[in-house]
């Protein structure tokens, strides 16, 4: 009797790691723009959009890699929930970034709009996470 109660648990401490790590996957999307001046925007990919589920925790954004111009910089807004706390927010160099929070806390997916800039490229990629 014991070594079924001992399998039960077994099974079920499984089942729970198996679900959370599902459930971090969901939560981290990669991102990735492209902007270069001469290119028309279908070829160079300047906008990345990406949806995330809400959390009141905040986002993070991690870029890997950035290069162009002296002012390159990625752009990014919340397109919906208001939009993110203090306006947009700019990546301009490798590294984390603060916690970003929406305006407006709804149970619904945070839309995002990643844009490069600069005056003559900007290329960037990157992953943005739920906190």
Known sequence: MKLKKLIAIVLLVMLTMGVSTNVMAATTKDWV???YKELPSNVANPVYRLSLPYTKS???SKCNSISGSNDRR???TALNLGGLEGGKKYITKTGTSAVWKTVEGKKT??????????TSRC??????YTK
């Open 33 to 35: 723009v492209h902007y």
């Open 58 to 60: 905040g986002f993070q």
């Open 74 to 76: 990625v752009e990014v």
């Open 109 to 118: 997916d945070v839309e995002f709009k990643f844009y490069g800039t600069g």
């Open 123 to 128: 290329s960037a990629m990157g992953k943005i």
